[in-house]
Each structure stands twice: as structure tokens, then as C-alpha cells.
């Protein structure tokens, strides 16, 4: 009975484990550059481009769902306009997923909730949805 019991605590333990990693609303998005004969040169580039993105979409860490971005997209995008937005984010990953002669085809995702906006842009992203 008692060996029962744990196999079942632990098969809900597995069941929801799986539903919370699932059901995290990632963000993935696509770029490519163009081939570079400098590996660092083409790093940084890749790392610019990586960052602009999380940049693009972190108003989706104050919304709180992907859902909603098409409705605060572009209000993000005028509030971002000519200002410094000061951002943490934990885990990006960007990876390859292509290479051709004439570029190279990257894919970032990300979790917004692990975007952390300062909170002088939090407030003022706030002032301009309200």
C-alpha cells in the first residue's frame, strides 16, 4: 500500500513537472547574418542582434502573457524610441541553425518572465498604458 501511494505521489510529481515546463510561454524568433570571415566579428553581431530582441520583446515581462503582444507591441516599441532601457535577462538561448555561403541563420528563445525591466522603465511603461 505504501509503495503504491509514492508511485502516485510521484506520477502527479512527473504529471505537473511536465505541464509547468510545457506550458512556458517562450519567445522564438529568428535572424541571420551575414557570413563574416572573423568568427568574432560574426559573434558579435549575433550577440547584438540577440540582445535587440530580448530588448524588442521585454514588455512582455510587465504583461505577462504572449497572448497580449500585438496589443502592446507598438506601444512598447514608441516608448523605447530614443531611450535607454536597462534590462536582466537569466537564460537566452541562441543557436545556429543554419549556415550558407552568404549568411548565417540564427534562432533565439527565451522566457519573458525572466526578463527583469529596471524599475524606472516599468513605471514608465505604466504612465503611458494607463
Known amino acids: 500500500m505504501e509503495m503504491m501511494t509514492k508511485t502516485t505521489i510521484f506520477s502527479l510529481f ?6 509547468s515546463v510545457n506550458g512556458a510561454e517562450l519567445v522564438k524568433k529568428s535572424f541571420q547574418i551575414k557570413s ?3 568568427a568574432a566579428q560574426l559573434n558579435l553581431k549575433a550577440e547584438s542582434a540577440t540582445i535587440r530582441i530580448v530588448r ?3 514588455f512582455l515581462s510587465a504583461v ?3 497572448k497580449n503582444q500585438n496589443l502592446n507591441k507598438e506601444c512598447w516599441k514608441e516608448y523605447i524610441t530614443n ?5 536582466d535577462v537569466s537564460h537566452v ?3 545556429i541553425q543554419k549556415k550558407t555561403n552568404k549568411f548565417y541563420y540564427f534562432e533565439v ?5 525572466l526578463v527583469n525591466l529596471s524599475s524606472g522603465n516599468k513605471e ?3 504612465i503611458i498604458w494607463f
Open 93 to 95: 538561448n541562441k543557436k
Open 124 to 126: 514608465g511603461l505604466f
Open 109 to 113: 528563445t527565451f522566457d519573458p518572465k
Open 36 to 38: 563574416h570571415y572573423d
Open 83 to 87: 531611450k535607454k532601457i536597462i534590462f
Open 14 to 19: 512527473v504529471f505537473f513537472i511536465s505541464f
Open 56 to 58: 524588442d520583446y521585454a
Open 64 to 66: 505577462g502573457s504572449i
